[in-house]
């Protein structure tokens, strides 16, 4: 069973350009959240999604990012213009719909530089 | 509101000797409380998780960790360190009513000296 997988590992990017970090949660799992990363600091949700739908997106910037979770295929988390300041480490982790629910597995992460 | 406090930046421990990264916890109701490892550059690695039950809860690799209720605690421990075991730790919550988001200490880094 792979577990979570997100690509891709590293991206570059320059100020104003668009990034696409993509998430493709566990077999079996429909519970995608995505966590952002800075230097030294902790993981801090941005959004919570199941297919087709965005259940929680409190920690999402008001501006410039999304996410999605479509019927088929990877998560997508987008991120408009981008600036030096979104220079961190994206992961994605999931949870399946029943049994251990509560137990959220990541993903190696995307990290993102923005120069 | 959720939070996690990790009072600790850096842990370090000899090889062999028994360690300990705490972490203390702020939540409504009752807690899911998690511990995940971070290798560098790597994603966070599920070490154990704490639901209900007995307070005293085994996970992955030798770790265990004590549901403290009164402390508010959910301190990691390992009766004997090895030098593979030095990577950064993240405590994680979540309450049983409110967000499905986990909430993350800022973690500890532990070293284990050989």
């Known amino acids: 069973n792979a577990g979570v997988m997100q690509n891709p590992r590293h991206l570059v990017r320059r100020r104003g350009q668009e990034a696409r970090l993509r998430c493709s949660p566990m077999?079996?799992?429909?519970?995608v959240y995505w966590y952002r990363q800075l230097p030294e600091e902790g993981l801090k949700f941005m959004v919570y999604l199941q297919k087709e739908n965005i259940i929680d997106e409190s920690g999402m910037p008001k501006e410039r990012f999304s996410a999605e979770f479509p019927k088929e295929g990877p998560s997508i988390l987008r991120i408009q213009q981008v600036v030096r300041g979104d220079s961190a480490a994206y992961f994605c982790a999931s949870s399946p719909l029943a049994g251990e629910w509560e137990t959220q597995y990541f993903g190696p992460g995307t990290r993102l530089l923005v120069l | 509101a959720q939070s996690v406090a990790q009072p600790e930046d850096q842990v370090n421990v000899a090889e062999g000797n028994p360690l300990t990264v705490k972490c203390t916890y702020s939540v409504s109701g009752n807690p899911y409380l998690f511990w995940y490892v971070q290798y560098p550059n790597r994603g966070l690695q599920f070490l154990l998780k704490y639901i209900t039950g007995d307070n005293l809860v085994k996970g992955s690799y030798g770790f265990e960790a004590e549901f403290n209720k009164s402390q508010t605690s959910f301190h990691l421990k390992k009766p004997s360190a090895l030098v593979s075991d030095s990577a950064l730790y993240f405590c994680?919550?979540?309450?049983?009513?409110?967000?499905?988001?986990?909430?993350f200490g800022t973690g500890t880094r532990l070293t284990v000296i050989p």
């Open positions: 994680a919550v979540r309450d049983e009513t409110g967000a499905n988001n986990l909430f």
């Open positions: 077999k079996g799992h429909s519970h």
